[in-house]
């Protein structure tokens, strides 16, 4: 696949099919990823993959978590959207009206969100990505370079991705369930897996046009 395609359709995935996913292609994803640029090659990040058991254990957890009305606390800190640049606020209030719209109604839009993201996506899969505590930023920036090749590389293979806050919600669960040392901090989970073919993996986000963010000078 060329990499323009696996970047064009790559798009968040936010419901699977049961169909495991090889241990051999995760690695294989995973080593071609690690081709990722990083700040003086530190390449500071880890991946913990978190399937059968140990990711149902995980959801299991979280949804308990959900049930006392606990919202988590993840590592890399949540901003209110009030406090966001207008331009942002604008783009993630366009997003929200798109796939409201994308359904038939605002409350299969909201049923059908809600329980995607209370399952953790019915992935078979998460790939957890921490760097260590005792890390400049530009190690979360190198960390995103990574991510987004995992998810261009899980393209390629035919597979889907989401990226998501919400399934690094509650770190010191992670830490747990995972073996994860205390000096590692979680910046993403990725749900990795088939797509299954449903409206909530339709629809395809915008972007802003080119010439709205784009300066020659
Ligand atoms: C750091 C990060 C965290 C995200 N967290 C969530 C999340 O918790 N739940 C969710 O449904 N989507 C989450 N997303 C997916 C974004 O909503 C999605 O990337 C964006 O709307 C653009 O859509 P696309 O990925 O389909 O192109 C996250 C994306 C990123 C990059």
Redesign the pocket.
């Known amino acids: 696949m060329k990499v323009q395609d696996a970047i064009n359709q790559r798009?968040?995935i936010?419901q699977f099919t049961d169909k495991p996913v090889e241990k051999k292609m995760i690695t294989k994803i995973i080593e071609l990823a690690q081709r990722a640029p990083s700040w003086v090659n530190s390449q500071p990040w880890q991946v913990y993959c978190a399937m059968g058991n140990t990711l149902q254990k995980i959801k299991n957890t979280y949804h308990q978590q959900d049930l006392a009305g606990k919202t988590g606390n993840s590592d890399l800190p949540v901003m209110s959207r009030e406090k966001w640049a207008p331009q942002a606020q604008a783009n993630m209030s366009q997003?929200r009206h798109g796939i409201v719209h994308h359904f038939a109604n605002f409350d299969e839009a909201h049923e059908k969100m809600t329980n995607a993201?209370n399952t953790l996506y019915d992935s078979s899969v998460i790939l957890y990505i921490t760097i260590p505590k005792a890390s400049p930023d530009w190690s979360i920036f190198d960390a995103g370079l990574f991510a987004e090749n995992i998810m261009l590389a899980a393209t390629a293979e035919g597979l889907g991705t989401?990226?998501?806050?919400?399934s690094v919600r509650f770190p010191a669960l992670l830490h747990q369930i995972l073996a994860v040392p205390e000096d590692e901090r979680f910046i993403?989970g990725i749900s990795l897996g088939y797509p299954a073919d449903t409206t909530i993996n339709s629809y395809?986000?915008e972007r802003r046009p080119v010439n709205e963010i784009l300066h020659f000078n």
């Open positions: 798009h968040s936010r997003w993201s989401i990226p998501t806050y919400n993403v395809h986000s």
